[in-house]
């Protein structure tokens, strides 16, 4: 029980320590490995409220299951539609191993000293259809998605009360994360081009880690996501809001390999 107790102490020291930027990059540095030194996402929650019409344009939940630090299993729910998806993740190790049969994904990864590069081919019916490249450091990520002869990536680098992201899809546009001067637990993102905050975000101590709340305004369209993290050690997945039902969600596409939502607004 002692054992037990200091386990939980050191979790909540942990996750009151992280400040909101280290939040931010520690929420979307994570692809289908986990990195064991490192938060990983539990579940993630997008939704967006057109304020014109009163209206909810989708409310998405994805929980991941974990298994030897891999994604196992992604179920997606669609609150709105009450539609879920359940992608299981399968493993091999070359292309002879492949059913060809619907979306499969071939993924490798090496590790040189603090960096991981990590590799994932995307086949359809057996042809490769995209692929996508990550590399990961301590206060550095990248994703690169190969898809229809252009180049898309996500890229984002940390320096002390700063996050720097770069997006391309396929106009490339920067924020820029800082931390709250008296409450580090808070950041806003500014476009880097006219420094207008883009978004307000805060991180906030959970039984397993934290969650990071990131709103976005952008005129009558209001933006949520909630990244809930698990510390390392953790083995526990929690299913926020999650409801069974038979059907397939068709608006997984509109969604990174962790469902994460990109916004191009």
């Known amino acids: 029980m002692k054992k037990f107790l200091f386990c939980l102490m050191l979790l909540a020291g942990f996750a009151n320590a ?11 540095r994570n692809g289908i490995t986990k990195n064991t030194q490192s938060p990983y996402p539990d579940s993630i929650h997008v939704s967006h409220h057109d304020e014109s019409d009163n209206q909810d344009d989708y409310d998405n939940h994805h929980t991941f299951v974990w298994k030897n630090d891999r994604i196992a299993q992604r179920i997606s729910w669609d609150a ?4 879920l998806d359940t992608t ?15 979306q499969e994904i ?11 590069i990590g590799t994932t081919i995307y086949f359809e019916d057996g042809i490769l259809s995209d692929s ?3 590399k990961s450091l301590p206060h550095y990520y990248k994703f690169y998605m190969f898809q229809y002869d252009d180049e898309y990536f996500d890229e984002y680098t940390l320096s002390g009360d700063t996050l720097t992201y770069k997006h391309k899809a396929p ?5 820029i994360f800082i931390n709250d001067a008296q409450d580090k637990s808070k950041c806003n993102s500014y476009n880097a081009e006219d420094n207008y905050i ?14 990071l709340k990131e709103h976005t305004q952008n005129g009558d369209d209001s933006y949520l996501k909630e990244f809930y993290m698990s510390m390392p050690g953790n083995t526990t997945t929690v299913i926020h809001k999650l409801h069974p039902t038979v059907k397939i969600s ?7 390999l962790l469902g994460r939502y990109k916004f191009t607004k």
Do not use: H, M
Not at 198 to 211: K, T
Not at 250 to 256: A, I, N, W
């Open 132 to 134: 996508s490249i990550e």
């Open 198 to 211: 883009r978004s307000n975000l805060e991180v906030i101590p959970s039984a397993s880690g934290f969650v």
């Open 171 to 175: 106009i490339l546009r920067q924020e």
């Open 18 to 28: 992280i400040t909101c930027v280290e939040a931010v990059f520690a929420s979307n």
């Open 80 to 83: 709105l539609n009450n539609e």
């Open 250 to 256: 068709p608006k997984v596409r509109y969604f990174d």
């Open 106 to 116: 071939i993924f490798s990864s090496r590790t040189s000293n603090d960096t991981i």
């Open 88 to 102: 299981i993740f399968f493993y091999v190790n070359s292309e002879s191993e492949l059913s060809q049969k619907g």
